[in-house]
């Protein structure tokens, strides 16, 4: 199995800047079998929502329209990623949860549920 494990995270003001990390680890994890790491955010009352992802092979981003030039995703190590968090706004208040999968096509790397492995999450509040 894999395990995903997520830190940062906590309250800030709006206009602030916050770091989350992830970790995965496992026997099974192949970060060659078109694997992506990334996170997804679910608010009080609403769906989960894509954020941002990292596919490992070309090393390519991708991101959410609303935080496109807020937020970075990076790879940090063969099996770590990191998000900082820049001019954080009262809507990205969330739990953010980190998510890693094999054998990913390009075409569902913003669904959900093309992700087999996920972290706890952890609480994003941005006051206003």
């Known amino acids: 199995q894999v395990q995903v494990v997520e830190s940062g995270g906590g309250s800030v003001q709006a206009g602030g800047s916050l770091r989350l990390s992830c970790s995965a680890s496992g026997r099974t994890l192949n970060t060659f079998n078109a694997f992506a790491m990334g996170w997804f955010r679910q608010a009080p009352g609403k769906e989960r929502e894509f954020v941002a992802t990292i596919k490992w092979s070309g090393n390519r981003l991708y991101y959410a329209d609303s935080v496109k030039g807020r937020f970075t995703i990076s790879k940090e190590n063969s099996n770590t990623i990191a998000m900082q968090m820049n001019n954080l706004k009262p809507e990205d208040t969330a739990v953010y949860y980190c998510?890693?999968?094999?054998?990913?096509?390009?075409?569902?790397?913003?669904?959900?549920?093309?992700?087999?492995?996920w972290g706890q999450g952890t609480h994003v509040t941005v006051s206003s």
């Open positions: 998510a890693a999968g094999m054998g990913l096509i390009t075409s569902s790397l913003r669904t959900s549920t093309a992700y087999s492995y």
